[in-house]
Each structure stands twice: as structure tokens, then as C-alpha cells.
């Protein structure tokens, strides 16, 4: 019965939506004509568009499409351009008069505007309507940090001002309540005692929490750290050597994320970046350092899950060189200041090959490279920038980030994809196909270090490594770490582990070699 009448709500939600948008549709298209989307569209003050924008070109004599402000809020939060010049080669490069219309989200960055998603650009072969209503509609997320022992629940605002009630949500990340809503409506949340709690204005894709969220675990009193992070070690050494099966001869490699699914990624982050949570660690172990920094989370709504999905998978299955099935998509989980990464594996059932996207990062002093090691245990350091992604087996190469981040008030948010091959159910312990790239053990001459130092702000905003490793053998890349460590033990990732704690420094770790 619950479930029926949400299911009618929203059929509501929806009629409703599709009827105001007809009513207000007058003869004429009533824009401001731009020619620069870098220029004209209206961002803030850290270059993040503010409003959703309606772009179109050669429409203006079709009132199919003539969308003006509308007084009752439901169009508000959308601004509409004609696009003539450079905007509108931009957005529509193949245009040859007819009518074409797409959307921008809210969120986006200045230099990505023009990067759009396939399914926010006008399908003409469907009614305008029908597809405007696919650019209002969002999905929200809402995790309940209010009462542990009983439900919050939610109301949906009518056109009326009346309140229709929802769904409880009881305490916890487990039990997020995810929807579909439609921008301009509005919701508001009462307790258990029904007294009103806050007010919420869907402006786009949000993971919202009401209360404030736990600490992650239980803290130090409770835990002897050194011991378990020793035995944790201990116990990935021996579950990376329980895979055999290889995809390539490395098993990492550096890439980087198509411009619009970078867009709409960076758009859903910065839109929400002020609605993370401490993630819950509760009996997860002590892969991240959630006593000494908090670790926070945003919770992807599951629709927008599925579109990232469908565009990774194919750059995963073109890495992997076999089919691919998803298996699990986890974040977006925000570091901070301090924030380090114990080396391990990944579970081998569901994470054959992988994918690690960083989405934004800020205010690092030094950079914070994803550790992986190769086939041999030699160590590599990867460093990202914002829109980066890295491939790797992430149940056979051990990966890390054992360096603390550096950097008053910093942060770096990722995103992590995890495939297996299709139809192998014991793909870990199956010879590699034919054609496998051999995995890369031996090598010719040798690595030397052959200079020092940190680049400043790189293309895309990042901090990066100079180029400090040369490589008698180039089958080895560009991300040989300078301290040319290569584990044989577990207890060399004990003393790894040590080594690049905040009592140690970065010069003492990296002068320990000066060849490999």
C-alpha cells in the first residue's frame, strides 16, 4: 500500500509538472541571445554556473519551446538563452537551422559548459514537453541523523500548499530514502512527534542528511591500531597473491574522463558539497585512518549511478580488453587533511579491474598519489587531477595512499567502479585469454632518480609530481615511484606503512634509493 501510494504521488508530481509547463508555453521564445558560454552564462564566485540554463538555437520562431519565467517557482531556477557565434558551435557544432535545445545543470564548471550529456539534449522525434520534463526531473536522497530509535518522514508540498505525506526513513546511511522529484517542488521533514524539522527546495540531484551525523567508529580506547593495522597488512599480502588471472602487464593505467561525464560528476559534487556526512566505518576495519581525520561521504542517487555506469563501463571494458559487468559504484567519499590509505585488495569476487575517478580536490600543499603495485611489487605513485582516472586490478595490485594529505582545510573526493568479467564466476583463479598483455616482471637496465621537486598547478588545477624517475626500460611508464620501493614481504608494507607516517619525512623516505 505505501509503496502504491508514493508510486501515486509521484504520478501526481509528474501530471502536475507536465501541465503547468503547458500552460505557460506563449507564442514567442523569450531569451537573451549569448555567444560565449564562458562569458555570459551566470556562474559564482568559484566559476560554478548558478542556475540551470535552457540553451537553444534557431528556435525562435517556435513556440513549442517558448519557456519564461513562471510565477508559481516550478521554472525559476532555469535561465534560457539563444546561443549565435562560438556558444553555439560549441553546443551544437552539426546545426543546420532546424530547431535544437539542450540543458546545462546547475553546478557546472565554467570550462566544462559546454560538455553536455546525451539525454539533455532535445530528442525532436518527442514532444518538447516530454523532454523538458527529463532536464527538471532529479532524484533526491534523503538519511535520517535525527532520532536513532524512531522514523523521520517527509511531506511533498501540493501546488495547493497542501502536505502529502511520504516515506519514513529510519536512523542511518542503510536506510537512505532515494526518489524522484522534479526542480521547483518542495518537501518538508517532521519527526517522529510530527513537528516540523526543515524545509527542502529541490534545485537538483541530492544526497541530503538531516541531523548530524556520528563519528565514524568508536575512537582510540577501543582499538589497538598498530596491532590491527599489522595484521591487516599481513592479510592483504597474502590475498593479492590469491589472484592470478591478469588483464594487462602492469595492472594500472592513467586516463582520463570523457568531458561531459566530468561535467555532470563535478556538477553533482559541487551542488551537494555542503551536504557531506562522516561516512560510517562501524566494523569495516582500518583501511582509512578515520581516528586521526574525518572521512566524509555523499551518497549517488541511484539513477545518476546508472548514467555514470553505462559511459565507464565501455572505458573499462576497452582497458580489460574482455567483456565487463558493473558490479559496485561507492562514494563519492571526501578526504581530509591527514587522510591516509592502508594498502590492500580488493573483495576478488566483484573487483576484477577498477576504476578510481577524482572529482575535485583543494588546498593541498603536497601532492597525494594513489600508490599501486605492479605485477612485481614495485611501487608506483599515480597523481590526479581533478577529472583523472586511473585503471587497475584491484584485487591483485596492492594500492594505497600511505602518505598523509598535506594542507590546511584540504580535500580530495573520489569516486570507485568495480567490474568482473561476464560470465566468468572464478575469473581469478582462470588463465589469462589469448592475446593477455603479458604481465611485465623482469625488465631491461635500470630506473634512476635524475631530479627533484613538486610542479605547481598543472592543466586542469592539480598539483603533480616533476618527472624525477628515468627508465632504461619505458614498458615501466611514467609513475615509477623515487623511492624505488618494491615490496617482497608483508612486512616490508609494515615498514612501508612506517616509513610514511607524519613523523617521518618525504626527503628520509626518498634518499633510502637511488637506483632500481
Excluded at 24 to 35: E, Q, Y
Excluded at 374 to 387: A, I, K, Q, T, Y
Excluded at 392 to 408: D, F, I, T, V
Amino acid at each position: 500500500k505505501a509503496k502504491r501510494a508514493i508510486s501515486e504521488t509521484l504520478q501526481i508530481m509528474t501530471i502536475f509538472s507536465s501541465l503547468t509547463l503547458l500552460c505557460i508555453i506563449p507564442a514567442t521564445l523569450a531569451t537573451t541571445t549569448i555567444s560565449s558560454l564562458s562569458k555570459d552564462l551566470n556562474y559564482d564566485e568559484n566559476n560554478h554556473l548558478v542556475n540551470h540554463a535552457l540553451v537553444s538555437v534557431g528556435c525562435e520562431n517556435e513556440p513549442v519551446i517558448a519557456i519564461p519565467p513562471s510565477e508559481d517557482g516550478i521554472l525559476n531556477e532555469f535561465d534560457v538563452f539563444n546561443l549565435e557565434g562560438e556558444a553555439k558551435e560549441q553546443v551544437f557544432p552539426n546545426h543546420e537551422g532546424s530547431c535544437q535545445a539542450a540543458c546545462i545543470e546547475q553546478g557546472t564548471d565554467r570550462s566544462l559548459a559546454q560538455h553536455i550529456m546525451p539525454h539533455k539534449y532535445w530528442d525532436t522525434s518527442k514532444k518538447f514537453t516530454t523532454w523538458f520534463d527529463i532536464c527538471r526531473k532529479v532524484e533526491l536522497c534523503f538519511i535520517n541523523y535525527h532520532d536513532k530509535e524512531r522514523p523521520i518522514h517527509y511531506y511533498w508540498v501540493d501546488f495547493t500548499g497542501s502536505l502529502k505525506r511520504q516515506q519514513d526513513i529510519k536512523y542511518g546511511e542503510r536506510e537512505t530514502k532515494c526518489f524522484w522529484s522534479f526542480v521547483g517542488h518542495k518537501f518538508v521533514v517532521h519527526d517522529a512527534d510530527d513537528n516540523f524539522l526543515e524545509e527542502f527546495n529541490v534545485r537538483f540531484h541530492s544526497a541530503k542528511a538531516f541531523g548530524t551525523s556520528p563519528p565514524s567508529d568508536q575512537r582510540r580506547e577501543n582499538h589497538q591500531f598498530d596491532g590491527e593495522i599489522h595484521g591487516t597488512l599481513r592479510n592483504e599480502w597474502k590475498r593479492h597473491q590469491r589472484v592470478t588471472r591478469t588483464f594487462s602487464s602492469l595492472g594500472f593505467k592513467k586516463g582520463r574522463l570523457p568531458p561531459d561525464v566530468f561535467a555532470s560528476m563535478g556538477a553533482f559534487y559541487y551542488n551537494n558539497r555542503n551536504y557531506v556526512v562522516r561516512e560510517e566505518w562501524r566494523g569495516r576495519g582500518v583501511f582509512v585512518n578515520w581516528w586521526e581525520t574525518d572521512v566524509k561521504f555523499v551518497q549517488i542517487p541511484w539513477g545518476l549511478k546508472r548514467l555514470w555506469q553505462e559511459r565507464l563501463l565501455t572505458l573499462v571494458e576497452a582497458w580489460a580488453g574482455v567483456p565487463v559487468e558493473q558490479t559496485v559504484m561507492y562514494g563519492l567519499r571526501q578526504y581530509s587533511s591527514g587522510a591516509r590509505l592502508l594498502s590492500h585488495v580488493d573483495r576478488h569476487e566483484t573487483h576484477a579491474v577498477s576504476l578510481i575517478v577524482n572529482i575535485a580536490q583543494g588546498n593541498l600543499t603536497e601532492p597525494w598519489p594513489v600508490e599501486v603495485q605492479d605485477h612485481f611489487d614495485r611501487l608506483h605513485e599515480v597523481v590526479m587531477e581533478p577529472g583523472d582516472i586511473v585503471y587497475y586490478e584491484s584485487a591483485k595490485c596492492l594500492h594505497a595512499r600511505n602518505r598523509p594529505m598535506m594542507g590546511n582545510n584540504a580535500y580530495y573526493v573520489n569516486l570507485f567502479t568495480h567490474y568482473k568479467p561476464v560470465t566468468d564466476e572464478t575469473w581469478w583463479n582462470q588463465p589469462n585469454h589469448e592475446g593477455t598483455p603479458e604481465p611485465l616482471m623482469e625488465v631491461e637496465g635500470i630506473c634512476k632518480l635524475v631530479n627533484d621537486g613538486v610542479s605547481k598547478f598543472g592543466e586542469h588545477g592539480g598539483l603533480g609530481l616533476k618527472s624525477v624517475v628515468q627508465c632504461d626500460d619505458e614498458r615501466l611508464g611514467s609513475h615509477v615511484s623515487p623511492t624505488f620501493f618494491r615490496a617482497k614481504s608483508p612486512d616490508d608494507m609494515i615498514q612501508w606503512w612506517t616509513d610514511t607516517s607524519p613523523q617521518k619525512t618525504t626527503q628520509n623516505v626518498e634518499s633510502s634509493h637511488d637506483e632500481l
